[in-house]
């Protein structure tokens, strides 16, 4: 059985024989599998009402655990985007209800994001079908095969330096 990304090598193989085209097998799967699996988890999240900006809020400060509050920055930080992208969904999740910024008491110049029960309530009714999504999604792996593929996907991602610390 062959994928789309073979026949793009086959292609290359017969064109441009003098080039390694061999990191595009890597690469190339990569790539659709990122769109295919952001496809079905963007199904999933707009089912409940979500995009996968806003359940990333509400997913990070649910982690968070008690009191369930972040600064807008540690917010920014996880969810590695700038800070007006993190207004942006602040807002949005603001006006639904699902979080609220009040004055930080440790810096008054600070604000702290914090998950209102609404807010917590949904990402818990989400939780659970999102994480269906994804086992769905590797269902053709067995749990060896998924460990494996998890170590080397984090040994990848170490080596283009997405580290914590």
Same mark, same amino acid.
């Given at each position: ?29 990569? !790539? ?13 999240? *707009? ?6 900006? !806003? ?29 007006? *992208? ?32 609404? #807010? ?40 283009? #330096?997405?580290?914590?610390?």
């Amino acid at each position: 059985m062959a994928d789309h990304v073979d026949v793009v090598l086959e292609q290359w193989a017969a064109h441009r024989p003098d080039l390694d085209v061999s990191p595009m097998a890597v690469i190339g799967r990569l !790539s659709r599998l990122s769109r295919l699996v952001g496809t079905e988890l963007d199904r999933t999240f *707009a089912a409940h009402g979500l995009d996968r900006a !806003s359940f990333d809020v509400l997913a990070t400060l649910r982690r968070s655990g008690p009191p369930y509050r972040l600064t807008p920055t540690e917010l920014m930080r996880s969810a590695m985007v700038t800070s007006g *992208a993190i207004t942006q969904r602040l807002d949005r999740l603001e006006a639904r209800g699902l979080v609220t910024r009040t004055p930080s008491e440790a810096d008054r110049r600070g604000v702290l994001v914090a998950l209102t029960d609404e #807010g917590h309530a949904l990402i818990d009714r989400v939780l659970p079908d999102h994480v269906a999504t994804e086992d769905r999604l590797l269902a053709a792996l067995t749990p060896a095969e998924r460990d494996a593929l998890a170590r080397t996907l984090r040994r990848l991602l170490e080596s283009l #330096g997405d580290t914590t610390g």
